[in-house]
């Protein structure tokens, strides 16, 4: 099935759910927040959410400075 990220488009297979999205692509779960088409997801929801043919997932990294 194909998702974006980022804009880029990606193949994963069916049934995958956003943590191993991210377990997948060895990303930094720390200081990050998830947005799937438009709609944040909280942390604790990261496990149990499904990804579906070509969702749009967006990683937003923090970053801090002054």
Do not use: P, Y
């Amino acid at each position: 099935m194909n998702i974006f990220i980022n804009g880029e488009k990606f193949r994963v297979h069916e049934n995958i759910n956003l943590i191993n999205i991210l377990k997948d692509n060895n990303l930094n779960t720390k200081n990050i927040v998830i947005e799937i088409n438009k709609v944040i997801i909280t942390r604790d929801h990261w496990e149990n959410m499904k990804i579906n043919e070509n969702d749009s997932i967006e990683i937003i990294t923090a970053v801090g400075g002054g």
